[in-house]
């Protein structure tokens, strides 16, 4: 990851260049509403339009990333799995001339190897269409888990120490963080997590390691923008120290 280094105070007045959502409560919205829990899934898309629509206004967000498919979530069932496979593809599909007019740039990140061929089809090709979007780099992580993006980035560590092309006493944070999926972007800011839980459940470990984080009662598909800047407000409060005393003292 290059970009603002962990160590280096935070640019612009305290406000996220970089927003995380894990997007959680799906199920528990369409369960509450004696709905089966795909429909919550489908309700979410209104949540994910309205809140990349509302980062393209805001100018200090350059990134959002959103937690759309672990590499955990293949334990559902097939039925739910296949669902959210086929609203992947209809989001890209339906928004992609609205991501091109709003400057909206489309990133994966994950082992988006392991996903079926006709969505990986998709992704590349909405990639491709919004690669000169410059407002707002939208990425979604899909078939993603942090420990598994870390596996991947050690391994190839390792094949260049082990060809000799580095040696591994000079192996440092930058070069771990340029082998992650993120690589290019800056680190999350902030990370949002809705429906109540407080884990990370494996989301951006690594980059996160200084992020704020700010969880919320609010199920993903009743998230809207008010609620954004909720947390947007309360990040803005929070004195960012990075292991420092601040700059009060
Ligand atoms: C968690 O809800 C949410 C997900 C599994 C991923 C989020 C997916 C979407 C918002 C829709 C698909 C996204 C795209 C980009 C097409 P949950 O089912 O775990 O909720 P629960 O904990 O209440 O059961």
């Known amino acids: 990851m290059t970009g603002r280094r962990q160590t280096d105070m935070p640019e612009s007045k305290n406000l996220p260049k970089h927003v995380a959502i894990i997007m959680d ?4 919205w369409a369960r509450s509403r004696g709905l089966p829990r795909l429909r919550g899934h489908q309700k979410g898309i209104e ?29 559902r069932p097939q039925k739910e799995v296949d669902f959210l496979m086929r609203l992947l593809k209809r989001f890209c599909r339906q928004e992609l001339k609205t991501m091109v007019k709003n400057g909206v740039k489309f990133t994966t990140i994950g082992a988006v190897r392991g996903l079926p061929e006709d969505v990986r089809v998709v992704l590349d090709e909405t990639g491709r269409v919004t690669k000169d979007g410059d407002k707002l780099t939208l990425c979604l992580a899909l078939n993603y888990g942090s420990r598994g993006e870390i596996v991947r980035a050690v391994r190839k ?24 999926d993120t690589a290019g972007m800056s680190e999350p800011d902030l990370v949002i997590r809705t429906a109540g839980e407080m884990r ?11 992020a704020e984080l700010y969880f919320t009662d609010v199920l993903w598909p009743d998230f809207r923008r008010e609620h954004l800047h909720e947390a947007i407000d309360d990040y803005t409060q929070r004195v960012r120290k990075f292991g420092g005393l601040g700059e009060d003292r």
């Open 47 to 75: 949540s994910i339009r309205e809140i990349i629509t509302e980062c393209t206004k805001l100018d200090h967000i350059e990134y959002l990333t959103l937690y759309a498919f672990s590499s955990e979530n293949w334990k």
């Open 200 to 210: 990370l459940s494996n989301f951006l470990l690594w980059q996160a390691s200084y």
């Open 25 to 28: 409560g799906n199920g528990r």
């Open 157 to 180: 560590i390792a094949g260049k120490a082990a060809s000799g092309k580095i040696s591994p006493r000079t192996i440092s944070e930058d070069d771990i963080s340029a082998e992650l």
